[in-house]
């Protein structure tokens, strides 16, 4: 079992930044694909942004690219997502979640196995 604890949300201006953390049970961390995905009011939850289990590759949504950027600790069973350049439309809930079979190019909700409780990012204009 996988338990994930997101931290970092907030209320920032436009152009501002955020850290988000993600904090990971379990023993075999470092072997998971980690993701961020963000849901906004009614709206579907849309994938954002993730890391390989060694540390060495990401990928992201087009909407992010250049702005944000994913990383991961594993020696402290953490990932992070740190935002820049924020805009109104990067407001909604933040979620961590992970893939225990380790695989690449995940981008869909149904491709994660496991998944925290959210965290709220708003950007006031």
């Known amino acids: 079992q996988v338990q994930l604890v997101e931290s970092g949300g907030g209320l920032v201006q436009a152009g501002g930044s955020l850290r988000l953390s993600c904090a990971a049970s379990?023993?075999?961390?470092?072997?998971?694909?980690m993701g961020w995905f963000r849901q906004a009011p009614g709206k579907e939850r849309e994938f954002v942004a993730a890391v390989a289990w060694s540390g060495s590759s990401r990928y992201y949504a087009d909407s992010v690219k250049g702005r944000f950027t994913i990383s991961r600790d594993n020696a402290k069973n953490a990932v992070y997502l740190q935002m820049n350049s924020l805009k109104p439309e990067d407001t909604a809930v933040y979620y961590c979640?992970?893939?225990?079979?380790?695989?690449?190019?995940?981008?869909?909700?149904?491709?994660?196995?496991?998944w925290g409780q959210g965290t709220q990012v708003t950007v006031s204009s």
């Open positions: 379990g023993r075999t961390f470092s072997t998971y694909t």
């Open positions: 979640a992970a893939d225990q079979r380790g695989l690449w190019g995940l981008r869909t909700v149904n491709d994660y196995n496991y």
